[in-house]
């Protein structure tokens, strides 16, 4: 049998997306890998499809580093809606209960924010991802199952009070920094617990996905205006470096002869006695002449092991 061909082109990168509310995270990347015609592409952590925001994509060689910004913390506005109570915790689900949330004060709810900063335990909701016994969670909350959640340990950096408006069902907009695997639902649903009134998400909005910033983002639209402008080879211009998802990380110059027993999955001893702070760094690898190489660990005695490299080495 033949092997398989991959079809279209070996374009390396990530480009940072704008995503548009209404639509999957996994509906987005394919929009995107449709318009660089890129023969390789994935997504760094879901947004749900009422969500907007940074959604970085990789393309190509990028996809080995993508985890990188999987286990970056992120950044949220989200407008939450006390009064209501659905049964996704968003306001594309069903409502299951109201309440007068016309008594809750600004007080009221600054004191009950205090109490979710630092680490915290949180329940993952039912319409979630996350997979039992290789179903996610949310196809089986579709069929009205509900199953036991471990709680998980998550840690929120920041959570602040931006406008709070007043009713029947109150809204108040906020702003949460946290870690990999919050979720902003379910800040929401125990909010409203604490203030016994019930609330949801009623809009949300990623704008910092690690050292990513939504004011760098393009907008499917302008992704598509400027294919039809310029041209793919704009497009192109357009995607950060394969590295950008690692690029906090320190950086290692090897000579050419040790590139090569790198690349040949060979460790490197460092002449220039670089030791890490901890055993476990990941390092950036790049040649003297700046091509970037891919990652690796160094040992405690100086030597550089490789851990995930690209096909063909970048010019940065």
């Given at each position: 049998?033949?092997?398989?061909v ?17 639509i999957?995270s ?38 080995k580093?993508?985890?990188y ?26 409502v ?29 909701p ?25 709680p ?21 907009e ?12 379910s ?22 996905a ?9 907008s499917l ?18 995607l ?33 006695g ?30 550089l ?12």
């Open positions: 049998m033949s092997s398989r991959r079809r279209g082109r070996a374009i390396n990168g990530i480009l940072l997306l704008d995503k548009p509310s209404g999957t996994n509906g987005a990347l394919q929009r995107v890998k449709r318009l660089f015609n890129a023969n390789k592409a994935g997504h760094t952590g879901s947004l749900d499809p009422l969500a907007t925001g940074v959604l970085p994509i990789c393309l190509g060689e990028a996809t580093f993508s985890q910004l999987l286990d970056a913390n992120k950044g949220y506005v989200s407008t939450f809606t006390l009064g209501v109570r659905t049964d996704s915790g968003d306001c594309d689900g069903n299951l209960a109201t309440e007068d949330a016309s008594a809750v004060t600004v007080e009221q709810i600054a004191r009950a924010i205090d109490g979710f900063r630092g680490a915290i335990q949180q329940i993952p039912m319409y979630s991802a996350l997979k039992q016994n290789g179903q996610p969670l949310y196809k089986l909350a579709r069929k009205g199952i509900e199953i036991e959640r471990t998980r340990s998550v840690d929120i950096f920041e959570y602040q009070l931006v406008n709070f408006k007043p009713g029947v069902t109150a809204q108040l906020v702003r949460v920094l946290c870690s990999k695997g919050t979720y902003i639902r800040l929401a649903e125990d909010l409203g617990s604490i203030l016994g009134c019930g609330a949801h998400v009623s809009s949300l909005r990623r704008y910092v690690g050292a990513f910033h939504q004011s760098a983002s393009l639209p302008d992704l598509e205006q400027l294919l039809e402008q310029s041209g793919l080879s704009a497009c192109d211009k357009a950060l470096p394969v590295d950008a998802a690692i690029a906090d990380r320190v950086a290692i110059e090897i000579n050419e002869i040790d590139s090569v027993s790198l690349q040949q999955g060979r460790r490197v001893l460092l002449s220039q670089f030791r890490p702070d901890r055993e476990a760094d990941i390092v950036r690898v790049v040649r003297s002449d700046k091509t970037f190489l891919g990652i690796g660990r160094v040992t405690e005695d100086g030597f092991v490789p851990l995930r490299l690209i096909s063909a080495p970048l010019l940065r």
